[in-house]
């Protein structure tokens, strides 16, 4: 028989039972897993770019192609919530795998629509809304099953790991989305149905102990729960923890700030070339690549927050000092490089510390607000063009990231925050059991 591509070759099952062996990282349960979470994210990038590219080609309107994009991005608003109750109460492995068969069938439904030819609007609407409702649930139950398959002392490196595929799938997802669309419409929705697939089999395997779950037994888990009560469990639990609570306020202000600097270069772009656009938003990419990658593990601790915040604040004075695109990518590669460290860290602190039975909420809460502030970026980035012009727009931007800067160092001075660089341990009782 030929090898399994999802599983490393560094280590084998065991009989069942028997603890899963563990050669450095790559133990086979977080080798699938990894493996599988790759192929999804490349998925998911490429139908960013892919479903509005259809929507223009069939339909012809850039308001429909706007529809498409915003059924891709209004689940990250509805549902990480609900998403992380749900991965708390459900065996996380058994919720990727019903995420990943229903995208699958999601895409093999358009591949079938628009090869018979009767494609519309409120289908690729729909399956677009499916699209992202089920990454949000794939990568919520993701963040509840990665503690049952690292070593602990290995789960900083284990996290550095998975952003590195994360940003290396931004970074090549897009225009592969963009080439394969070029070959044909329905070429990039073969390539996921594939992708899917392949990511499905990664977790047939053995990808540590799976509790099937019926929908009588969904059902069961939620029945006399509040999901309001649930919600609030998650906000407490993230309060508990001091790192985790400022690391979601720094990261929602950063990425504000980035996400609305990009905007900004995207209105001012219109005398470059393709390419010149292309570079410049890929560098954010390449930035996360090498930070994640050059990390061999990020320890949690106030010391990484404050570093990210001076370092955002260099980032942003370059093309606030000149509106060059040069300087625009300059930004990009530092915010990317930067913003890959803090991820990891924030990654490493959830799993090490954070209740276990609470992970999936706290996870929720965090990321909402984390895109939340991705979602309001294009708009602030457009006002501020269009109010001051391309580089007052990025001065404005360096304003608020400076003055952010200097009152949280001064806080720090005058005693009203923790000492930066101490650490930041999680309350006895939140603690995960060993």
């Known amino acids: ?74 689940p990250v608003l509805l549902f990480y919530i609900p998403a992380g109750v749900l991965a708390d109460r459900v065996d996380p492995r058994s919720l990727m795998l019903f995420a990943e068969i229903a995208r699958g069938l999601s895409v093999v439904s358009v591949l079938l629509a628009l090869a018979l030819g009767k494609l519309s609007l409120p289908h690729m609407l729909a399956a677009a809304f499916l699209e992202g409702t089920l990454w949000v649930l794939y990568t919520l139950a993701e963040t509840a099953l990665l503690p049952s398959l690292v070593p602990e002392g290995r789960i900083g490196a284990a996290m550095a790991r998975s952003e590195t595929s994360s940003h290396a799938a931004v970074l090549a997802g897009r225009p592969l989305g963009g080439l394969l669309f070029g ?38 888990e939620f029945s006399g729960r509040s999901l309001v009560s649930e919600t609030f469990d998650g906000v407490r639990e993230l309060s508990r923890h001091g790192f985790l609570s400022r690391a979601t306020i720094m990261t929602t202000v950063t990425n504000l700030m980035v996400n609305a600097l990009i905007m900004i270069f995207l209105t001012g772009s219109a005398g470059l070339s393709p390419l010149e656009v292309g570079l410049v938003l890929a560098a954010g990419g390449v930035g996360g690549v090498l930070g994640s990658t050059l990390l061999s593990s990020a320890e949690p601790g106030n010391a990484i927050l404050f570093t990210q915040m001076w370092i955002w604040v260099l980032a942003l004075s ?117």
């Open 1 to 74: 028989m030929g090898a399994d591509p999802c599983s490393s070759p560094a280590a084998a099952d065991g009989p069942p039972g028997a603890p899963t062996p563990v050669a450095g990282l790559w133990t086979t349960a977080f080798a699938r897993v990894w493996a599988g979470s790759a192929l999804s994210s490349v998925s998911s990038r490429t139908l960013s770019v892919a479903y509005p590219l259809l929507a223009l080609a069939v339909g012809g309107s850039p308001v429909g192609a706007g529809w498409v994009s915003f059924a891709l991005t209004l």
């Open 183 to 220: 070959l044909a419409p329905a070429v990039p929705f073969a390539m996921n149905a594939a992708l899917f697939l392949g990511s499905t089999l990664c977790l047939l395997g053995r990808t540590g102990k799976a509790r099937p779950y019926g929908g009588r037994r969904v059902l069961r």
């Open 318 to 434: 370059l093309p606030a000092m000149n509106a060059h695109p040069v300087l625009f990518g300059l930004a990009t590669l530092i915010t990317g490089y930067t913003g890959a460290r803090n991820n990891v860290a924030v990654r490493t602190y959830e799993i090490r510390e954070v209740d276990r039975s609470k992970l999936g909420r706290v996870a929720s809460v965090q990321r909402l607000a984390v895109y939340g502030a991705v979602c309001l970026a294009a708009p602030l980035g457009g006002f501020l063009v269009a109010a001051f012009g391309v580089h007052d727009a990025a001065v404005s931007l360096f304003g608020v990231m400076f003055t952010v800067a200097v009152a949280v160092t001064l806080a720090r001075f005058l005693g009203w925050v923790p000492r930066f660089g101490d650490g930041d341990q999680a309350p006895p009782a939140s603690r995960p059991a060993s």
